[in-house]
Nanobody
Framework: QVQLVESGGGLVQAGGSLRLSCAAS????????GAWYRQAPGHQREWVATITAGGMTAYADSVKGRFTISRNNAKNQVYLQMNSLKPEDTAVFYC????????????WGQGTQVTVSS
């Protein structure tokens, strides 16, 4: 069983930046895709970004140009750099690993809260 632990969430003003980290208990991101999702209050969980084992990235339209997903295989970590944050980015952000599609995720983290004040 793979454990994913997110960190880096917090409270930030609109226009600010945060960097989320996701640490895996095993070396999974070197051969499996990693991703970030988020769930805002009263909304369903939505996909944010993916990085494939080959290093290709993809982003939801709502975050394109503001968020950057990356990874460090030596540290078994995936990151989400979030810039130009908006109040509507407020959500619990979840790390995911080993996904064949945005709707088919094998491993989830417990989530980290991101709150953007106006």
């Amino acid at each position: 069983q793979v454990q994913l632990v997110e960190s880096g969430g917090g409270l930030v003003q609109a226009g600010g930046s945060l960097r989320l980290s996701c640490a895996a208990s095993i070396s999974i991101f070197s051969n499996k895709a990693g991703a970030w999702y988020r769930q805002a209050p009263g909304h369903q969980r939505e996909w944010v970004a993916t990085i494939t084992a080959g290093g290709m990235t993809a982003y939801a339209d709502s975050v394109k140009g503001r968020f950057t997903i990356s990874r460090n295989n030596a540290k078994n970590q995936v990151y989400l750099q979030m810039n130009s944050l908006k109040p509507e980015d407020t959500a619990v952000f979840y790390c995911a690993a080993d996904l064949s599609s945005p709707d088919n995720v094998r491993y989830w983290g417990q989530g980290t809260q991101v709150t953007v004040s106006s």
